[in-house]
Nanobody, 122 residues
Framework: QVQLVESGGGLVQAGGSLRLSCAAS????????MGWYRQAPGKQRELVAT???????NYADSVKGRFTISRDNAKNTVYLQMNSLKPEDTAVYYC????????????????WGQGTRVTVSS
C-alpha cells in the first residue's frame, strides 16, 4: 500500500557531504514519524535520526552536529543532510515511516525503503 523510494547515496571522501531523500507514496492519511537508520557490514541496523510530523527530531549521538533531518510534510518526504562525513558513516541507509492509512482507523504501520548505500573513503 505504501512505497518508500530513497535516493542520494554514493561515494564521498571523508569530510564531504551527501543529502539523502526518501519519498513516500500510496494510501497515506498521516505519517507520524519518518526517519533514517543504517546498517554497516557485520553490524546491526541502528537509528540515525527521526523526525515527527510536529517537528520534533532525534539523533544518534554519533551524528549529532553533523547530520540534519528534515521533512516536507506536503510531499511526504524526508531528507538527511550529512556533513563532515567519516569512514565510520559507511553503511546502507534505510528510510523508515510510521503511517496511518485512513482517518477512521488509528492503526499505524511500519514501512521501510530498499536502502541506499553510502561509502565514505578515508
Amino acid at each position: 500500500q505504501v512505497q518508500l523510494v530513497e535516493s542520494g547515496g554514493g561515494l564521498v571522501q571523508a569530510g564531504g557531504s551527501l543529502r539523502l531523500s526518501c519519498a513516500a507514496s500510496g494510501i497515506i492519511f498521516n505519517i507520524r514519524t519518518m526517519g533514517w537508520y543504517r546498517q554497516a557490514p557485520g553490524k546491526q541496523r541502528e537509528l540515525v535520526a527521526t523526525a515527527t510530523s510536529g517537528g520534533s527530531t532525534n539523533y544518534a549521538d554519533s551524528v549529532k552536529g553533523r547530520f540534519t533531518i528534515s521533512r516536507d510534510n506536503a510531499k511526504n518526504t524526508v531528507y538527511l543532510q550529512m556533513n563532515s562525513l567519516k569512514p565510520e558513516d559507511t553503511a546502507v541507509y534505510y528510510c523508515n515511516a510510521v503511517i496511518q492509512h485512513s482517518s477512521w482507523s488509528p492503526r499505524e504501520y511500519d514501512y521501510w525503503g530498499q536502502g541506499t548505500r553510502v561509502t565514505v573513503s578515508s
